[in-house]
Every structure is written in C-alpha cells, then in structure tokens.
C-alpha cells in the first residue's frame, strides 16, 4: 500500500510540474501597446512657459522610447534643453488593469513629479496628469497629441491649470528620428 501511495503521489507531482512547466508566458495585451504610438527616438522642436505669468521660450525636446519589462511598459527617457536649462527626465507609461486605464508617471531632475492617465483614438493621444512642481504646488495638466499615419510625426500642445488659471504650457512639432512601433 505505502509503494503504491508512493507512486501516486510521484506521478500527481510530476504531472503537476509538467503542467506548471507549460503555462504559458504571459504576454502584453493590447492596452498597453497603444502606447507604442510613442516607441523609438522623437526630436520636437516648440514652445513653452512654465506659468501663467512667466516669459514664453524655445523648446528642444528629445525622447528615447523603448519597451521594458516585457513589454509591459514603455520607458521614456528625455532631454528637455530651453530656458537656459537642460532637464532631464523619466518616464513610465503603462496599462494599470485594475483601473482598466493608459497610466503615465514621470520624474524630472529639478524634482517635478507627475501621474495621470491617457486615452488614444485613431492616433491622437489625450494625457490627463497632475504635476508637482518643485516648490510641491499641484498643476493640473492636458496634453493632446497627434501622431501623423505613417508615425514618423508628431504636434502637440500642453495646458495647466493652477490656482485658478489657465495657460498653454507647451507646443511643438517633433519627427521620430529612430524605431517605431
């Protein structure tokens, strides 16, 4: 009885080990890969004022998109030069399914923080965000996109809204320089 016990169990660990040996690797859906919109390298060239009352300048912006994680998420990582300043910044744009939403979340090196949301539409791309500046005063954002059919060109404009008022905070004209979806 105790050799046949034996076998039984050996054979049920080895069927269970086959079968957890086979599941299959789990694999992005297609949420997450309309974000794909924004894969390889972008130069975009504009304008931007970092408030309502400050003095509007020249932009140049260069992204570096890959797939991470699996593909699971799409790393931005970018050079922000005007101002007299060059910023840099990360970014993490995903699919959150127990929100069943496009997520963004990004770090810049003078400390702004943001997180939003993103929807898509035949190549247009709508962010909702808040940003949290430096100084931790909340900027409530909108940045709408349009990518061009082939992909290879991208214009945009960003508004803010804080304490009550409402300025563009960013537009501009970019190409893909490298990769795609």
């Not at 859906?29 to 509007?56: F, H, M, N, R, Y």
């Not at 190549?123 to 996109?145: F, H, L």
């Amino acid at each position: 009885m105790q050799r046949i016990s034996a076998l039984l169990f050996l054979s049920i660990f080895c069927f269970a080990t086959a079968v957890q040996a086979q599941a299959p690797t789990p694999k992005p859906g297609p949420e997450v890969k309309k974000w794909g919109i924004w894969a390889g390298d972008w130069t975009i060239l504009g304008t931007s004022k970092d408030g309502p009352s400050q003095q509007e300048y020249k932009v140049e912006w260069h992204m570096h998109n890959h797939w991470v994680v699996g593909g699971f998420a799409l790393q931005s990582d970018s050079t922000w030069k005007g101002n007299g300043l060059e910023l840099h910044y990360l970014e993490i744009l995903s699919y959150d399914p127990a929100r069943k939403a496009n997520t963004l979340s990004g770090f810049e090196s003078d400390g702004t923080t943001w997180t939003g949301t993103a929807t898509f539409n035949h190549g247009t791309s709508v962010e909702n965000y808040t940003q949290i500046g430096p100084d931790g005063k909340p900027a409530n954002c909108r940045n709408d996109w349009v990518v061009s059919a082939d992909g290879k060109a991208v214009s945009g404009k960003s508004e803010c809204e804080q304490g009550g008022v409402r300025w563009t905070s960013f537009t501009g004209k970019g190409t893909r320089t490298k990769g795609g979806t």
